[in-house]
């Protein structure tokens, strides 16, 4: 008999994604030197990391909102010189999991446990 070592399975699957994006900007021209502008941006939204081949029980997602807010001010001097002041943030909330828990568990029972870190795998099937 005449088996392989090893097999390579690769299969293309779809997964629902949804993605929101919501940009606003303000300009200012505060006066002839003076230029200003605001700008904040939403994101939102739902996007697989993993597609699990044999089981989509194991599918992956990643879901999570993020803020970015910007304040520039831009003051002239003459046509030559410039300053600029420039105030940004980014906030992100993002979180990555399986897709349904329950069912994950319930197909492959473990408790991870970090104190016995690089320890054998003593915990898989839920003993």
Not at 9 to 22: A, C, H, I, N, Y
Not at 26 to 45: E, H, K, P, S, V
Not at 48 to 75: C, K, M, R
Not at 109 to 122: E, I, K, Q, V, Y
Request: glycine content about 8%; proline content about 6%; charged content about 10%.
């Amino acid at each position: 008999m005449n088996l392989p070592c090893a097999i390579h399975f690769q299969k293309t699957l779809g997964q629902p994604t949804s993605e929101s994006l919501v940009s606003g900007r303000m300009d200012w021209n505060i006066r002839t030197n003076d230029r200003a502008f605001f700008l904040l941006q939403y994101d939102n939204g739902r996007q697989p990391i993993v597609v699990d081949p044999i089981s989509s029980v194991f599918n992956v997602h990643y879901s999570g909102p993020w803020w970015q807010a910007q304040l520039n001010e831009t003051h002239t001097f003459g046509t030559t010189e410039a300053n600029q002041f420039l105030l940004a943030g980014i906030y992100q909330d993002g979180v990555t999991s399986v897709v349904n828990p329950a069912q994950t568990l319930a197909a492959f029972p473990t408790t991870l446990d970090w104190s016995n870190a690089g320890g054998p795998f003593t915990q898989l099937g839920g003993f």
